[in-house]
């Protein structure tokens, strides 16, 4: 097993990790009128606030925050260590562009606050970890399709580091 091989796979196995914490942690604090105190936002809140009100778009983030990068995560760890066919690795970078959605979409909710000017809204250390979670799952997949298909050129096809 070479030390890019390593570094592949625990850095994806990081990712099950630090996905579970981006989703708790402050993507923003907001607040209506500046002289009061700005309630913080994450994921998980954000996802349980809207269930109460609407259910569809409540399932599409639920799909797109949550269950899209961690299945990705999981099927990439599959890959890497042998147990899935390296043949899901074209869909798992089209699902890890989906979970990027979600950052352009947070991205865009503080830029039309922040442009309304009726409130105050800060970013949170949260939205860089959860941007840098799903931007780190896109490159692990495309640094792990890289070395498999540079396996498979020199006659070692099969999972990373075997």
Known sequence: MTPADTLLRYGNLALLVLFPI??????????????????????????????????????????FAFLAPYAKTLMLAAIQFGYASPR??????????LAMADVFLIALYIVVIKGIGVGRVETGWGLYLFT???????????????????????????ALGQ
Do not use: Y
């Open 22 to 63: 981006a989703w708790t942690a402050p993507l923003l604090r907001a607040g209506i009128l500046p002289l009061f105190r700005l309630s913080e936002i994450t994921v998980v809140s954000g996802f349980t606030a809207l269930i109460e009100v609407d259910i569809f778009l409540a399932a599409l983030v639920f799909f």
């Open 88 to 97: 899901w690795l074209p869909f798992l970078t089209w699902l890890g562009k």
């Open 132 to 158: 840098a979670c799903v931007l780190a799952s896109l490159l692990l997949s495309m640094l792990t399709m890289r070395a498999l298909s540079a396996r498979e050129a020199v006659g070692k096809g099969g």
